[in-house]
């Protein structure tokens, strides 16, 4: 009887082992063929120079929908479908204008600005007004309506640049340009200028959504680069009665019509059962937005696309993502959500790539313990290729509205050092995008793929 | 005496908590200001876009061994001195020509070259003649003199894309330029083009130095970006009697007088102890040297600069060493070498930036097994930056012929993925560095020298 306990424990030890062997055969095979012969990088080419910025509304987002259809159809995934989801419809206009007037030292000189998403234009007379610079809205809050009413509020912390995580760091100051306008108005504040959140300082200006509160008068909000919020609070230092000037034309129109674009494989043993690879499709107006998030939508494709080169028939269904208006909206990802609840689906997992087309560090999950320790099991087979960050907590902005179906949702790592000067600017471009780096994360997250098919969550 | 030893060992281990604890709180400082208040980034801006690409023995690299010893008093360490080393003069002249002829479908065009560090000019007649392409020496070998007498040779050995080590591929390609020419020569050929060593399919041609063997004519050599050897390769397939002309002016004039920069920090406690720190200042003319190697000259600076910062006063001396003509001749690292053997001099740890100024992922070491031990048992206090690659085997060319004196070396490890777009080409310039990645290199690099320079090796 203990001989035969002892050889079912060596066979079961061996099978381990093997599956271990072939697990770590076939992921070698995954990034091999992403780095000899991936097509990650022509996909984002075309993305980005033949498209470029596809802000939700637009017809570049319309262009990219049809894009990622037919590129998916062209791959012969199983099935290519779009999912209709209106959208808020919010345009900058042609003019922005931002100026210092009535500078002791500088007279007027102009300073370059850009609105925030979903703002309000100031219109053709602009907006004028003497600047009270706040770190915080304790500090607003702190100086009231006396001080604040009639003015320009200028929200001017910096990101910390101690934190190795610069995902925490911009954490730590967005609420400035989500809720920046909302609060100032409160005070009565007649529009908002914020620094750019970045993780550099320089003259690049970053945009990015604001969201106005109910109750409060929208006021028109814009952001200018890091090295202008320097120079502009030193000249305030000394100079405190100087103006600023500042026109933008943007709007909110109608919401309008537009889609997530959904391509899968269907499972062999369990098509019922649906993991998720996705990204955004939509991105801000300025950019090309390859970073953010042109890169998590071609390295979704390209997961499925590596698993038909390679002639692997997944067990369960493994479905490609773009979601549409996660910038300004995130419409796309409560819809995909609305609809998995209304049919039924069965959703183990869901994984996005949201965080830039950069080196491959690792996975964060959000789920049960189980869950979570389950991923962590398989670090050991990332480390090959550079992988050793494997953290509980994790996911991505479009596939959380899963979690309310108890969905484990993971969020692709790779290394966040550089993103935060490319976010939501004019040089999140193609050329931001280093090949090798786009691939290794598309093989990253096609061999986290082929192990959740094949164990499960 | 039981209790005894109990309330030893209780203390022992509380001490070394204690001291892990120091440690980590200590290295956290060094990172802090290197992220907040870091020079390397300002340092690096001069020497590329002030002073620029500094081949050994060029007005740019007398320029740079200047400027890198009036950075270092500035700073205020202790001794700064200039160690006096002849190095090769090779220049490339004005004029460099390339350009397929007869070829049935295109005719005649141009197509860039660049010749390689070392290499005789073909003078203003050029060299002329058919192409031989060949994959290895094995296959050069195989041709023999009656294929390849009068020919130019082709080597066409892609870096191969799968390996995650960058400078793996680099090595597995690499004898092409370093040897190439000796070898075709051996077998009569008139000529060389090299394909780039790129792990990129782009239009950036990379030089490199060649070694020319004795007793073997030497023969004018140059590279072609990957995208035309690819492209002159298809071409040859089906046309394989057409010629190639190429022209270059380089020539290697005398040797000249040049430096090796040293700064340091005497030790309190082992003044004698010597820990060297270093990268090296020349760089190939074409370029700017930003990753090739002025992103390790900076931080080996910056490494000093941070212990001043921090009030640090090392036990140890720590030296700062910007290594001269490690390009096209290594003898700043072979005199550095020849000198502390001269001067009796102790050195208990050499550690070389040389990989690029890019993301940390870890340090590798050459020395005995013990020494191997303890520089991996500080991983852990690297997790929290991201470092998780500590390995046996490293170091770096300026710093390898203290290996002859037992100094135990170590190899910097920024992540390799974009080294090979770089290098050696004329985009190896500022732009290419990212400054927190920069920064969080000679953070750790200090992070390093700050645990050697307490525990000794």
Redesign the interface.
Known sequence: MKRIMLLSLLLLLATAVHGQEKDAAFIRKI??EA??KGESYEMLRYLTKNIGGRLSGSPQAAAAVEWSRQQMMTYGFDTVYLQPVMVPHWERGEVEKGRIVNSKKYGSMPIEVTALGNSVGTGPKGTLGRLIEVKDFQQLAELGEKTIKGKIVFFNRPMD??L?D?FSAYSGASNQRGSGPTEAAKYGAIGVIVRSLS??KDGVVHTGSTNYGLNVPKIPAVAISTADADFLSDLLHDDPELQFYFETHSQMHEDVLSYNVVGEIKGTQFPDEIIVVGGHLDSWDLSEGAHDDGAGCVQSIEVLRLFKALNYRPKRTIRAVMFMNEENGLRGGRKYAELAAENNEKHIAALESDRGGF?P?GFGITGTESQQNKLLGWASLFE???L??FKRGGGGADISPLRTQDVPTIGYLP?S??YF?YHHTPIDNFEAV????LE?GAASMAALIYLIDQYGL
Do not use: H, I, M, W
Request: without cysteine.
């Open positions: 990034y091999d780095l000899a640049p101690r190795l610069t993780s550099y080196l560090v090959p290729y550079g050793f960050q290394d050092q550089r000067k280093n090949q090798r780096e290794l």
